[in-house]
């Protein structure tokens, strides 16, 4: 268990979310504070926290390439840590340089290769951006935190900076990743860079909401179903009138969502024949049974997603899995392993 804490002050900019801007409901900008000693970090409760310059210039090489963790505008990227809310806009993932993909095929590709959502992916980002909007002002005053001992332990493979989000809304501090979990606009999604501490808590909270039939719980299932190519993303331009609930609609976890659009939009290209199960398979991608996590931590057994696949459903919920959180590795401007705060 990390026993260092990082901290970032700055403000939250209300403008971007949808339906003006395109973030949705786990994944914000958060704009640094010009002043200096904006970034902290305290190594352990009894020390002091200090100013650290560890990501000034700081990158990573992500999928896309180069990235920087604070962008040209002095912003970073936030995934907002231990939930997902249902995707506002997800598009597949390129298909690469391979052999056996023809013209014929990345023709077809494009044809289907939009931004598709999921219902409630509107209601969850309105509902989060209705409850900031309670702080009267277009930008609010929060803090980004993260227990981390490591500067490599504070972005993941995209650059974005993962941990808690609280924000200033009318003196009240609002965690907004419990905010969104407990109101039942994300479903849990935990990692193994999280602590056993931080994930129980997270399942109490989604747990309740659960129980309650908030949000998106009254409508979501297991089975995935046929995917629906119709279901694409709407620009803040053609959503005049729209309220939380007008989207309403069954929904599957996001995590596999994100795969079946991928899935979906290949085998409609014909770049592949596989079945969804099989697909998943083909991923190799791990995770653990929360339970086993937090009984026996790292030395857990991992599992395989398509392996929890039976008849078109998936056998676990969406807290019942710990995913492997991909290595990443923070490089200085001037190309060096960034190794201190």
């Known amino acids: ?115 598709y959502r999921q219902h409630y992916g509107q209601s969850a980002t309105l509902a989060l951006l209705t409850m900031l909007k309670k702080g009267g002002a277009a930008t609010l005053p929060c803090t980004f935190q993260t227990a981390v001992d490591h500067p490599n332990d504070v972005c993941d493979k995209y650059a974005r900076v993962v941990g808690d989000v609280v924000v200033d809304v009318n003196g009240k501090k609002v965690n907004i990743n419990r905010w969104v979990l407990e109101q039942g606009w994300a479903v849990p999604s935990f990692y193994n860079s999280m602590s056993a501490a931080e994930i129980t808590a997270l399942q109490k909270l989604a747990a309740k909401a659960q129980g309650a039939g908030k949000g998106i719980w009254g409508k979501y299932q297991s089975k995935f179903g046929k995917f629906d190519f119709k279901l694409q993303y709407v620009s803040g331009k053609k959503s005049a009138g729209f309220a939380v609930g007008g989207d309403a609609g069954t929904l599957i976890m996001p995590k596999l969502f994100r795969r079946q659009t991928t899935w979906a939009c290949y085998k409609e290209a014909g770049i592949t024949a596989l079945s969804y199960a099989q697909y998943l398979a083909g991923l190799k991608e791990r995770f653990y049974e929360t339970a086993d996590y937090l009984a026996n931590g790292d030395m857990a057994m991992w599992q395989q997603m398509a392996k929890k696949v039976k008849a078109g459903e998936f056998l676990l919920g969406p807290g019942d899995m710990v995913n492997e959180e991909a290595a990443s590795t923070l490089y200085s401007a001037a190309g060096a392993p960034v190794t201190a705060w």
């Open 1 to 115: 268990m990390a026993k260092g804490l990082l901290t970032i002050q700055g403000t939250l900019d209300l403008v971007q979310f949808w339906p003006v801007g395109e973030s949705d409901a786990d994944t914000t900008k958060l704009l640094i504070a010009v002043a200096a000693g904006a970034i902290r970090f305290q190594p352990k409760k009894s020390a002091p926290a200090q100013a650290t310059t560890a990501f000034d210039g700081a990158w990573l090489k992500t999928v896309g390439g180069r990235k920087t963790v604070i962008d040209a505008k002095g912003r970073v990227t936030v995934r907002l840590q231990g939930i997902d809310a249902p995707e506002l806009h997800y598009a597949p993932a390129p298909v690469g340089k391979k052999p056996a993909v023809t013209d014929a095929m990345r023709a077809a590709l494009k044809a289907v290769n939009h931004k």
